[in-house]
């Protein structure tokens, strides 16, 4: 099998070492805001500079190069030199967009149920987190709910954003009941920062044993310097510290995940699909190679709010620059624009493009029986391969079949409708998540109960503040 080797670059190795190099001058000379003296003290003890009243960590370049050194050594995360195949997690959002309608509303509990059904007919999405934050939920337990209901009806059950402590407190005892890690997305607020809830839920799940992520996600002219090199250095530094913060509650290292961005001058949003996300992934990848980390940058992603042109070729090209780069992460799918909300449809079209895209990096084999010569030889000049047993026999192989994107001529399209892609995968959607309200839990019912009695409590906590 032969994988499409991965050697593109847009840095130099003296690049590389100005970016390094700026990350750790920014580290022993700035520092980050760790609001909580517990972890302060934790750096403190690996040499670290603690100003308790700031609550700012300073990390001296020895120290960081001492702990860059051991993380390379150490990390089961290790780069590769491939393209690397793709899967489509989900970022939980705040809203439900509707393509046809070209409307948007808060998100409701229903829909992450509807969600539920959807992600189990679609291969290249690996776990159902929730589509959106539930208005109709009480905030501080948004987290439980949808997360309970999810291990309930999901046969590839997956998570969403931890929101608020409260919430944290009662994810950690459902995952206890299943038998599960506790898992954090522990995020800076860039510049260097975090907040103090985000530093307290980090060190309360790894006291439990919980494994901890990060995402640092600096904005070009926002909260990065606006040039490229300048969001990358701070992007840098931002991931090794937040690697070396997990490290010291955790033991373990996370990847080099780097989800900056750059924003767009005109609107001054944050911009998914500019083509610096394409030089990004370049960039993000050969900083991975030089910290000898695994990784990905958030790529894949479209500034379109609908499926259009636009959409397309900002997905399937950063993407792309992101992978042959040897990343094995982009941005998370189904997602309508800059987080402008969620789509069923849109997650439809994005396991689609990423199953094309799979099929690609999966590259094809070469041998005497795939080759053929003796049938070549014996149609001949002139000859047709179609009735042939060989084409029979390998054309599952070797040809992708989309059921989504359309393949007809122009007259077989108009003969069926001339739909376009948002109406291909509206009406796969709605043959896909029939009864989805009626679903029937995958858990054992004294499991069912017991995560019940667990959002029943969740929810009197709440009851009784207010």
Known sequence: MKQIKSSIEVLSQAELMLIHNAALKTLSRV????PNDEV????AAEGCEIDKEKQVVKFPVPVMEQFIDAMRASSEH???DHAQKLGGWISTQVSLVDYGAKTRRYGLRDDNFKNIKLVESLKNIPACNAAVVPSDVPYDIADVVSIADIQKYSTKPGGTYILTPTGAKYVSQVNKVLGLKDGYLFETISPLSFKKDTVDMALAFAKNGGGLGIAPMAMSSATAPVTISGTLAIETAEV???CFLVRMMTGNYPGFAASCHSVDPRSMLCSFGSPNQALFGVA???????????GGTNTGLTDALVPDFQGGLEKGLTAAFNSLGGLNSIGCQGIVGADQGFSFEQLVIDNEWIDYYNYIVSGFEVTEELIGYDMIEAVGIGGNFLGEEHTVEHMRDSYWISNIFNRDDW????????KDIYDVAHAYVEK??????NMEPVLAPSLCEELDR?????????????
């Not at 520092?31 to 760790?34: L, P, S, T, Y």
């Not at 896909?432 to 309200?437: I, L, N, V």
């Not at 667990?454 to 207010?466: D, L, P, Q, T």
């Open 432 to 437: 896909a998540t029939e009864g989805y309200q």
């Open 454 to 466: 667990i959002v029943a409590e969740a929810y009197c906590e709440v009851e009784s503040k207010e």
């Open 40 to 43: 302060l003290d934790m750096c």
């Open 411 to 418: 007259s077989n399209w108009v003969a069926k409708g001339a």
């Open 240 to 242: 090794l510290g937040s």
């Open 284 to 294: 993000v990848s050969q900083l991975c190679k030089f910290y000898g980390l695994q």
């Open 78 to 80: 290790k780069p590769q």
């Open 31 to 34: 520092g980050m805001k760790v």
